[in-house]
């Protein structure tokens, strides 16, 4: 044997990654268990080492370690699989840690973000809204900053990037993270997602959701609504594909909701007996054939209704009951009566004046 003692060992870090080489411990990475994934591109291709053993044993457990790495890269995959099926679960104790430093955000207005506030030390100075517009190829907005998700202080985040971007895993799965306690608007419009983010339902505090411009064909489980409607005022679904919106059932605190440019035949599973505070509500362009005999019943807040570019008929005339509506767009609908389509020309006044006398009632 040589005289020479071998050199100290460099403790191997606990994890690396296959798609960005980053590496480190396992607190930095995000996610949550079984579904972890690199802090730096989001990717959950990682490699996990396992512990050091003491170097007598070294020789003895070199074949078994490699017989480990193989079970455990099998295990990784089948995990992988297993949560692309499933919602992501509550951000893992790693994520709260604290603050996320500038330097390690690769977005610039996350940068500037993390470092105002003295880099967050003066809460009362450090922005609480990040806006990140850039719907153009190219780095570093060409992936997903998962930085973002350790912000746990942005009340307000609006994003509009390459297409895919926001439709990759590294958002898709791991979105909100400690975003989940903070944020109360969230605007994705016009990044041709095709699928609501499952996460959503995870965001205790929001008010506002902006959805609109996207590719959206159908919407997440009853389930989901339900656990955001405590909170949520205002959601914009304009512009995508819905063919329904049966899910969204249980909300009862809209204050607005906006359907527009979608492909809906009718307005099933909207509560209007539940929505005490629905002022606006807008469906224009769809296939829509009828306004519910409910919007008279119970939409008592309602001041603004657009209806135009659908295929009504006809009104409910108990839309004379609705003391505050102001305007009720009906243009570009095929109305069987004239005199109701010239009465909505002057405005909602003399509709809801015609509409109770045809009614048998008398307007409000």
């Not at 994520?95 to 500038?102: C, E, F, H, R, Y």
């Not at 767009?329 to 004239?338: E, R, T, V, W, Y």
Request: hydrophobic content about 35%; overall charge negative.
């Amino acid at each position: 044997k040589s005289a020479f003692k071998p050199a100290a060992r460099v403790k191997k870090p606990a994890w690396e990654c296959y798609e960005c080489g980053a590496k480190g411990e396992m607190k930095d990475l995000i996610g949550s268990d079984g579904a972890m994934a690199c802090y730096k591109c989001g990717s959950a291709e990682l490699k996990h080492n396992a512990p050091e053993a003491d170097e007598e044993d070294d020789d003895d457990d070199e074949q078994e370690g490699e017989a480990e790495e193989k079970e455990y890269q099998k295990k990784s995959e089948a995990l992988k699989t297993a949560r692309q099926k499933k919602a992501p679960g509550p951000a893992s104790k790693a994520d709260t840690s604290g603050p996320p430093k500038p330097e390690s955000a690769r977005w610039p207005e996350l940068q500037e973000v993390l470092e105002s506030g003295d880099r967050g030390v003066d809460k009362s100075r450090q922005k609480k809204a990040l806006e990140v517009s850039r719907s153009k190829d190219g780095a570093p907005y060409d992936t997903f900053d998962t930085v973002l998700l350790k912000c746990n202080f942005l009340t307000r985040v609006e994003l509009k990037l390459p297409a895919g971007v926001l439709s990759s895993d590294a958002f898709q799965l791991y979105f909100p993270g400690n975003l989940s306690e903070s944020l109360v608007e969230l605007i994705l419009k016009e990044n041709q997602l095709t699928s609501v983010p499952p996460g959503i339902q995870q965001l205790a505090r929001i008010r506002a959701i902006d959805l609109s411009h996207n590719a959206i064909a159908s919407l997440p489980s009853v389930d989901t609504w339900d656990t955001l409607s405590t909170t949520l005022e205002l959601l914009d679904l304009s512009f995508n594909k819905l063919t329904s919106v049966v899910e969204l059932s249980p909300l009862k605190k809209l204050s607005q909701l906006k359907l527009d440019a979608n492909q809906l035949t009718n307005l099933d599973g909207i509560s209007w007996s539940e929505l005490k505070q629905l002022s606006t509500f807008s469906a224009m362009s769809n296939q829509i054939t009828a306004i519910p005999e409910g919007v008279g019943e119970h939409a008592v807040a309602l001041e603004w209704m657009e209806m135009s570019e659908n295929k009504l008929v006809t009104v409910p005339t108990n839309i004379s009951e609705l003391k505050k509506l102001k305007q009720l767009n009906l243009a570009g609908n095929p109305i069987k009566d004239s005199k109701i389509v010239k009465a909505n020309e002057k405005g909602a006044k003399e509709l809801k004046t015609y509409l109770a006398k045809i009614g048998g009632g008398k307007k409000k």
